[in-house]
């Protein structure tokens, strides 16, 4: 049994390409959710036909036609995300990042102790990030065990694929908001591990939708010892995922080097790479003569030190990186999440995003709420897109043989960000994050008609009884026209219908 898509049909292919197929049919597994096949231009004549050459009948197929002004693309994958912080939204503007933390942030967080104050909140804040068309997540809980069991099990009824944390922090937290010692950390961070892992998958599926992962807060919030107990379980368990903060905030890098002098450090378990500052010709950030080699001395340089940067690693922001830093993620494989929004918001910086992908960083995108004031991903696009533009407009030229470094991000990059990009930081890049055969059908179908009843969309019906779409356009740079009027005017009123793992979830269709 199949549900099969026909209509358009957009894909990531790399950082400056994407497939726009305007008569595309694609075909989805009832039974496992993955995309069985795909034919990239079937015209309406073909349609039988070709359903009928893979041995599609009609009483096995569920046939979705798409309109004018509809099209499928990849779900939007949202590498850093604070679930317990959306009831703050729009709050605390006034802030940089260490007051904010202090005075809005944290006395938030600490309600979810409370765990049916934690059931009802995070009840709505899942329901909103998948209706924006988020089908993966990076969250963030807070530090409590049992709200953060809460928040795993609310994700798995709603079906999204997810990976969830208990926030770790021992040290430089509020007396009523933080662990009392770096044992308690590690176990409760074990507990919550066991917990999700005993959630069943989807049906039809041996893959869980929801995962555990590591979680160190910040390294300010972590002492030494809390910092080793992390590495040590994350080398007893390679498949764990970590995420965390690096270099958002230049306060926040001073206190950290404070915190971890480079003679306080261990080796890291893998030596770093080395770096000449000398032949840096990128424009990144001199380093400061401190661990040189190593990286002892960087914000970066700690969480090497504990095993803590790896393929599976998660970093948000990357703001203010120094070279070596540069390197050190680089040599681990460990990816970025690019906050524009929140970084814009707290006055942080605009992360150097051009740079590190000219570096072959993994890159994607976060929404970080609720320092970030929206939870969609097509704000982080939005931003991401006039982070790059400011950043174009301050520097000087670009350095030669350099594609990206202190360029605009052109939309292709951007798509790719907010799919495939995600998926490669996620390090689920062989499972989501693009439209092809063995992939799970984690999509988004989009709208930018006017019945989706968005004003700031123009409707492309609109167009045709205007007399503005004439033919002069080739369908597929129509489409391609429709994909950025989504990215740039879009919002969850375009979002249609979401589907995860081939289940349909959420969207404006969708009726709970």
Excluded at 293 to 318: I, M, S
Aim: proline share 6%; net charge negative.
């Amino acid at each position: 049994m199949s549900t099969v898509f026909y209509g358009a049909l957009i894909t990531p292919v790399s950082l400056t390409e994407h497939r726009a197929l305007p008569h595309a049919l694609l075909a989805v597994s009832r039974d496992t959710g993955n995309i069985e096949w795909i034919e990239d231009d079937v015209p309406a004549t073909a349609l039988q036909e070709t359903l009928a050459r893979h041995g599609v009948v009609s009483e096995d197929v569920d046939l979705v036609e798409l309109k004018l002004g509809e099209f499928l693309m990849p779900g939007f994958i949202d590498t850093h995300i604070h679930a317990p912080q959306v009831p703050n939204i729009g709050s605390g503007q006034q802030y940089e990042l260490l007051d904010w933390l202090e005075n809005v942030t944290f006395p938030m967080e600490s309600r979810f102790e409370d765990t049916d104050f934690a059931r009802r909140a995070y009840t709505s804040v899942i329901k909103r990030t998948i209706d924006y068309g988020s089908t993966t997540c990076c969250y963030y809980g807070t530090l409590h065990l049992e709200g953060t069991k809460v928040l795993a099990d609310v994700i798995h009824k709603y079906g999204q694929r997810a990976f969830v944390g208990k926030c770790n922090m021992n040290q430089n937290a509020p007396e009523y908001y933080v662990e009392p010692s770096a044992e308690a950390s590690v176990d409760a961070t074990r507990a919550l591990i066991a917990h999700i892992r005993s959630l069943s998958p989807p049906p039809g599926s041996k893959e869980p939708l929801v995962r555990p992962i590591l979680t160190p807060r910040f390294a300010i919030s972590c002492t030494h010892e809390l910092l080793a107990g992390l590495g040590k379980l994350a080398a007893e368990d390679p498949g764990l995922h970590i995420q965390t903060h690096i270099s958002e905030n230049t306060n926040e890098i001073a206190f950290t080097q404070e915190l971890f002098p480079p003679q306080t450090l261990p080796e890291p378990p893998v030596p770093g790479p080395r770096v000449n500052d000398a032949n840096a010709k990128d424009g990144r950030v001199a380093s400061k003569g401190k661990g040189k080699g190593k990286g002892k001395g960087t914000y970066a340089g700690v969480y090497d030190a504990f095993g803590l940067l790896r393929e599976n690693t998660v970093l948000a922001h990357a703001v203010h990186l120094e070279d070596e830093e540069v390197e050190i993620i680089k040599a681990r494989k460990s990816g970025i999440s690019h906050c524009p929004t929140s970084n814009f918001n707290l006055r942080s910086g605009c992360a150097r995003v051009g740079m590190l992908l000219d570096h072959g960083i993994k890159v994607g995108l976060g929404t970080d709420v609720s320092g970030g004031f929206s939870p969609s991903i097509l704000t982080a696009v939005q931003h991401a897109s006039m982070c790059s533009k400011v950043i174009a407009m301050q520097a000087p030229p670009p350095p030669a043989g350099t594609r990206f470094t202190d360029r605009q991000l052109p939309v292709a990059t951007l798509l790719y960000l907010a799919t495939m990009g995600g998926a490669e930081v996620c390090d689920l890049a062989t499972r989501v994050g693009s439209l092809a055969p063995g992939k799970a059908f984690d999509a988004l179908v989009v709208s930018v008609r006017s019945d989706a009843a968005n004003p700031a969309t123009w409707g492309v019906d609109m167009d045709l009884e205007l007399g503005v779409r004439n033919g002069e356009k080739s369908e597929a740079v129509e489409l391609e026209d429709f994909l950025e009027r989504f990215l740039f005017c879009g919002d969850d009123r375009n979002v249609r219908r979401v589907y995860v793992q081939g289940k349909f979830i959420g969207g404006k269709e969708h009726k709970a």
